[in-house]
């Protein structure tokens, strides 16, 4: 196992039983979400910031400038559209990088979107 993955394995053991005691995380539905649900919420989020065009016009999304400045930062933004608690919780510490695949991660914000 990789030192990376045994940081994110700690970091995982420590955040769980704290995440127990999250309003979002007691508010989960019986009914999970599905990947398809997830994809076309990301989708939507993606067109949401597809749509910020100048810091002036009235068509802008809800997202800045900021978000189209890369792959990766319209990928954080568009997690953080999806959900802004899970993103707090798993990401906005230690947000993704240029290139990075965290598949740890992002199984733990699916099961934190449930």
């Given amino acids: ?9 700690l970091l995982l ?16 539905s ?19 910031i597809d749509r910020w065009v100048f810091p002036i016009s009235p068509f802008n999304g809800l997202w800045g400038g900021h978000c189209k400045s890369s792959s990766i930062a319209k ?3 568009a997690l953080k559209c999806l959900s802004p608690a899970c ?3 798993i990401y906005e510490s230690d947000p993704l990088e240029e290139g990075e ?10 099961y934190c979107m449930y």
């Fill in 13 to 28: 053991l420590i955040l769980l039983p704290s995440s127990y005691f999250l309003p979002s995380v007691l508010a989960k």
């Fill in 87 to 89: 993103y707090e919780l």
């Fill in 30 to 48: 019986r009914n999970p979400i599905t990947d398809s649900e997830i994809k076309k919420k990301k989708s939507e989020c993606y067109a949401d």
């Fill in 1 to 9: 196992m990789s030192k990376t993955n045994l940081c994110y394995l």
């Fill in 101 to 110: 695949k965290d598949y740890i991660r992002s199984q733990e914000f699916k």
């Fill in 75 to 77: 990928e954080n933004c």
